[in-house]
DNA sequence: CAAATAGTGTCTATAAGACATTATAGT
DNA sequence: ACTATAATGTCTTATAGACACTATTTG
């Protein structure tokens, strides 16, 4: 018998604590103007009836990447959608059936994309994120109120220096919509002159198409399509006003 | 029975994969100029005699950050040590003997600190991260290249908007003392004069003492020093020249 | 004295913000 | 024509970087 294969045996009888792991994803989107956030009504204790991120155990020879890509496959049927891991959360009793690790991820997509989503039942639909989290005040499930709030606040740091905001856009998108993510998302009005100009001088952040956008109801000159370019950071950053 | 009551016997007999959490640490400090990292040489199988980022499982009753000092603790005997999570990595194969999903923490302290953390034996030492990270090249037990090489991005990154940089230094330090973090992090040379203009008009960055260094062998005017403000992040950052 | 480091002042190029102006659509 | 939105231009102010200059130490 080799080392190893005295170690793996001992290895066996070492007595690890039982740890579930999971993931939990926060899935947002942009409705009316505002930050949404996807949740599924619990039927089952613990939280029973609570409202929760969609979420549940990795499973084996899966990444975590991978878990978190099925799972919101699973609950939402989006395939391909952009998933960046936000950080874990393991206090013992966050989940009070067992010692439960979860690993969280943050999914955007589009409002087109986003019904689809939800649409199957009452019990997974889009909340306003600013409706979720009043301070101090607990409303969803576990610890998610405060996963949540940590996820709200990456996006809103991430808006800063990564291609985020067109993640919540269409494949093709006007300045002016884009803007409105960088305000929704802020809470502030950014000027639209500056930000054109800001947006469209910042090198591979924008490829502009030959395509126009449609004439809304409200009138005023249609605006360029544009597409997003091949760079992978803003250099140099869009700046939170404010902060 | 009630309904929480049988959910809680079904509950148990649920099968979720058996998994560990461990937690580790890439704990940094600044010697001569370099960024360095604690590794602990590996007595047993798996990668027996590679070195590797300390760290254990998590225990029954202990939350991911206690568990990440606990384990710094023990392995070095450092406490009050400001920890931050990285993230999470879980590949399936990442530990040959079973499933383990580990979440990594960043450590940073100064160099009068390290030496006895890592003095006790020849198998726990800081080595300069530039020596570890050659390109392609595996070097570390398990995937902890890659760990490595996300924690230096994440300590290179947060020197724009965090007081990261302060906690390589002792409790009172010189603007040249910090100045030496930024460069040797980021691997550039730093202007000493518009860095010091820099520096000294954050709010709530530095607060000068009546106190100056000690004389240096090599001459010169005597800085002074300084403390850590109570700002909780840099407003305006300082920006990472030619990224 | 020269050499070295700390700290201040100054100039310039660049970027950000306020806001005017022009362009093109709907009603 | 009037309004709304897109896009560009202009002006002012703030900031970053280069670098000269002064201050205070060691040898």
Redo the contacts between chains.
């Keep these: 018998m080799t080392?190893?294969q005295a170690?793996?045996e001992d290895?066996d009888a070492v007595r690890?604590?039982a740890?579930?792991?999971t993931v939990d994803v926060a899935l947002f989107t942009l409705r009316a103007g505002r930050l949404c956030v996807l949740l599924i009504r619990r039927g089952?204790?613990?939280f029973?009836g609570r409202w929760a991120l969609p979420g549940g155990?990795?499973?084996?020879?899966?990444?975590?990447d991978q878990a978190a890509a099925r799972e919101l496959r699973e609950e939402t049927g989006l395939v391909d959608v952009n998933l960046e891991?936000l950080?874990?959360?393991?206090?013992?009793k966050r989940d009070p059936?067992?010692?439960v690790?979860t690993?969280t991820y943050i999914a955007v997509v589009p409002d087109a994309d986003a019904p689809d989503a939800a649409s199957d039942a009452a019990d997974a639909r889009f909340w306003p994120v600013e409706d979720l989290l009043p301070a101090g005040r607990k409303v969803l499930a576990f610890d998610h109120d405060k996963i949540l709030a940590d996820a709200r606040e990456r996006v809103q740091a991430e808006l800063e220096h990564s291609l985020l905001a067109a993640l919540f856009c269409e494949p093709e998108f006007t300045i002016a919509e884009l803007r409105r993510v960088y305000e929704a998302i802020w809470g502030v009005e950014l000027d639209p002159a500056n930000f054109q100009r800001k947006v469209t001088s910042i090198p591979g952040f924008l490829i502009a198409t030959d395509q126009q956008s449609g004439a809304t109801s409200a009138g005023g000159r249609p605006a360029r399509l544009f597409r997003l370019g091949e760079a992978k950071s803003l250099?140099p950053p869009i700046s939170r006003p404010g902060?």
Excluded: N, W
């Design positions: 080392d190893e170690f793996l290895y690890f604590p740890v579930a792991v089952d204790h613990p029973k155990f990795i499973m084996p020879g899966e990444d975590l891991q950080r874990s959360y393991g206090a013992p059936r067992m010692r690790v690993v250099q902060k």
